[in-house]
């Protein structure tokens, strides 16, 4: 497997994936190849055999200077289970540190349990918030049309 920066040629084979590697309809101007363009030395794509079998976007804070943020990760169905995540989060974590980024965070939905597990199997820690569903600590509205969001906070160690 190589990780490798994520090129806006890229854009058309992440559109296509993301549905079935989702599980659901997934649509997003992130896909876009402007903002591949723009956040190009956070957005990573994991291949084998020269077939993309997983992504991630992020991008560094401009608001705060110490943060990063995982805006999404996908990994083909097929390949779970073999590291593409974990490899494509360390290299985010590492491209964030050589950055002076001591902070990294996402969000997951809260039904979604697997993802909830992995992100603390990474050493994320889960966000208080005021309120829980099914036992979880939720922001509720997080994106402003309604969507509930676990919170996820990982120091780097320095």
């Given at each position: ?7 806006p040629?890229d ?6 994936a ?29 291949e ?18 110490d ?12 390949a ?29 939905v ?32 997080y ?9 996820f ?6």
């Amino acid at each position: 497997m190589i990780i490798r920066h994520m090129e806006p040629e890229d854009c058309g084979a992440i559109i296509s994936a993301a549905p079935d590697w989702w599980g659901s309809t997934y649509a997003s101007d992130m896909f876009s190849s402007w903002y591949i363009h723009h956040f190009r030395e956070t957005c990573l794509v994991a291949e084998q055999g020269g077939d993309m079998i997983g992504f991630l976007m992020g991008f560094l804070s401009q608001t705060v200077p110490d943060e990063a943020y995982i805006r999404i990760v996908m990994v083909d169905p097929v390949a779970r289970g073999q590291g593409v995540g974990r490899a494509l989060y360390g290299n985010f974590f590492d491209r964030a540190a050589a950055s002076g980024r001591t902070t990294i965070r996402c969000v997951t939905v809260p039904r979604k349990k697997d993802s909830i597990a992995f992100h603390t199997k990474l050493g994320f820690s889960i966000e208080p918030q005021e309120q829980e569903l099914e036992g979880v600590p939720v922001c509720l509205n997080y994106d402003g049309r309604g969507g509930n969001r676990v919170m996820f906070k990982k120091l780097l160690v320095r």
